[in-house]
């Protein structure tokens, strides 16, 4: 793992909401590849119509997706 410290400025009233966003996805990238594996045993085990490619998509739009809408 490695460290990374990015010096930013942002409006005082944003700083404690931008600080929060970049952790949660600092956390996500952290966990994706165990995320995935999680996801691959339960893969088969959701009663849905949507396919496999679809809800890997929905999941990435919720956890990584609005992070990029936001800014």
């Not at 809800?55 to 990029?68: C, D, N, Q, S, T």
């Amino acid at each position: 793992m490695e460290r990374i410290v990015i010096e930013v400025e942002v409006p005082k009233e944003y700083a404690e909401e931008f600080r929060r966003e970049v952790e949660e996805m600092a956390k996500y990238l952290r966990n994706r590849k165990a995320l995935w594996e999680e996801m691959k045993k339960l893969k088969g085990i959701l009663k849905t119509d949507k396919s496999w490619k679809e809800l890997k998509e929905e999941y990435y739009e919720a956890h990584v997706g609005r992070h990029l809408r936001s800014g």
